[in-house]
């Protein structure tokens, strides 16, 4: 082709015709550039065609993680949140009968831990500026929901700290500790301990109110946390139809 067109000009000036071949220079110049544009043109069609397939596949990939993390959120709320009603029903002395003289006592100074894994979308944010999410909502979400889950495990972290220093101290010195490792460990209750002591001991009754207050921010945490993994999945489901 290269060939061609020089044969061209070769004959145009050996003929002596200069205005016909200016002519036909300027035409190839501008042959050369359309070429040139239309490369560029396909070529960045072709990086927008990528980059939408990294970004598709990048939010298909963020929903299992949010699916996932909203099984794990769903079970260990309502474990959670069943602890936190039977702390108040006790504290307003309204625990059922059965329950005062039993080891369900002292499920009431224990917590569930949560499992909320979100180790993709942290490395979304983390690499802001050259993540392939174009939708700034979905983002905001995702910010939105990473502030909450370290506002959830800072609650978390708290209770812990509860246990450790407070309450397992408590339960070790009034002989209960023991009570706990049968029924969690050895899989059996134990016949001996006196639950109802347990059940009218006013130290207790201290303990469990200052970890209800803790308890109860972080349970109000984790229905925020789940809110808010709901309206992501709908966000995304509306979004892909």
């Known amino acids: 082709m290269i060939k061609f067109f020089r044969k061209i000009r070769f004959n145009l000036m050996s003929e002596n015709k200069t205005g016909r071949y200016f002519k036909y220079a300027i035409g190839e110049i501008i042959l050369v550039v359309i070429g040139i544009l239309i490369a560029l043109q396909v070529n960045n069609w072709n990086e927008k065609r990528v980059k939408l397939n990294n970004e598709r596949n990048l939010i298909a990939s963020i929903v299992e993680e949010v699916k996932a993390s909203k099984i794990n959120l769903s079970n260990d709320l309502k474990t959670n949140n069943e602890i936190l009603n039977n702390m108040s029903l006790y504290l307003d002395d309204q625990l059922p009968e059965s329950d005062r003289e039993s080891s369900a006592l002292l499920y009431l100074s224990a917590h569930n831990n949560i499992y909320v894994e979100l180790p993709l979308i942290l490395s979304v944010l983390e690499n802001n500026e050259t993540t392939p999410i174009?939708?700034?909502?979905?983002?905001?979400?995702?910010?939105?929901?990473?502030?909450?889950?370290t506002k959830m495990s800072i609650s978390e972290t708290f209770l812990d700290d509860f246990w450790n220093s407070n309450m397992s101290e408590f339960l070790i010195r009034k002989k209960f500790a023991f009570s706990v490792v049968d029924k969690v460990i050895r899989k059996k209750v134990s016949k001996d301990i006196n639950y109802r002591s347990l059940y009218d001991d006013d130290e207790y009754k201290n303990l469990l109110s200052i970890k209800w207050i803790l308890h109860n921010t972080w349970v109000s945490d984790q229905k925020k946390t789940l809110n808010l993994l709901n309206i992501i999945l709908d966000y995304l489901e509306t979004s892909s139809n």
């Open 134 to 149: 174009s939708d700034t909502h979905l983002l905001k979400f995702l910010r939105e929901l990473n502030s909450l889950k």
